[in-house]
């Protein structure tokens, strides 16, 4: 006779709920950190009150020679821009017209930006 799993089998609904409460604990983790867009218009540490953070996004720069690098603006280690890392550009005036940039290795690295300098 051949085994058929029911809704009222009590391994699968146990196994069932532990995956749930994983996913659950997960995705509150992630939400613990700001997402990228939550940093527009905030004042980076740093910088005077006129600055403001147009956008954070991922950024890859394609370079035959892969050679170009900048440092990070939390942690200092080099980034090689031909790599995944995240931009900042802010707007450096009150009009908006003076735009700059500012690379972070990726989220955490942002998130310490503001947490540990703010």
């Known amino acids: 006779m051949q085994y058929i799993r029911t809704q009222y089998d009590p391994y699968h609904y146990t196994h069932t709920n532990i ?3 994983k996913r659950i604990k997960s995705n509150a983790a992630k939400r613990a950190v700001m997402s990228l867009s939550e940093y527009t218009g905030q004042t980076p540490p740093g910088f005077d ?8 996004n991922p950024h890859q720069l394609w370079d035959r ?3 170009t690098t900048e440092s990070c603006i939390n942690c200092q280690s080099e ?3 031909s790599e995944r890392h995240l931009i900042a550009r802010l707007s450096q005036s009150p009009s908006g017209d ?21």
């Open 98 to 118: 003076r735009v700059t940039t500012r690379y972070l290795c990726d989220e955490r690295c942002t998130h310490e930006w503001f947490e540990h300098n703010g």
């Open 19 to 21: 995956n749930m409460l």
């Open 79 to 81: 980034i090689r821009l």
């Open 65 to 67: 020679r892969g050679n």
């Open 49 to 56: 009150t006129h600055t403001r953070i147009q956008r954070i």
